[in-house]
């Protein structure tokens, strides 16, 4: 069973910075895709960014020129640096992988998340 566990949120200030970690027990080669998403209270689940193994991103254009993802292959990491924080930021941020099994089609995986919160 594939496993991902975040770190790195915490409490920070309007413009701060984080970097959020992603520890998956799976090489890197295995997915199609990674990426992080959040969740605020009473909202729905939206994506932060994507990357796949290819090294291609996407973006939420809110977060475009602010969060940046990269991995780290040979640790098996998923990383996210975030940048010039807002209250808005405000959330739970889930680290997510996924990959096409014979049988099964498309499977996803998701971390337990970890709280981001910008004060303001």
């Known amino acids: 069973q594939v496993q991902l566990v975040e770190s790195g949120g915490g409490l920070v200030q309007a413009g701060g910075s984080l970097r959020l970690s992603c520890a998956v027990s799976a090489s890197f080669f295995s997915f199609n895709a990674m990426g992080w998403y959040r969740q605020a209270p009473g909202k729905q689940r939206e994506l932060v960014a994507t990357?796949?193994?290819?090294?291609?991103?996407n973006y939420a254009d809110s977060m475009k020129g602010r969060f940046t993802i990269s991995t780290d292959n040979a640790k098996n990491t998923l990383h996210l640096q975030m940048s010039s924080l807002k209250p808005e930021d405000t959330a739970v941020y889930y680290c997510?992988?996924?990959?096409?099994?014979?049988?099964?089609?498309?499977?996803?995986?998701w971390g337990q998340g970890t709280q981001v919160t910008v004060s303001s």
């Open positions: 990357i796949t193994t290819g090294g291609s991103t």
């Open positions: 997510y992988a996924d990959q096409l099994l014979a049988g099964q089609g498309l499977v996803d995986y």
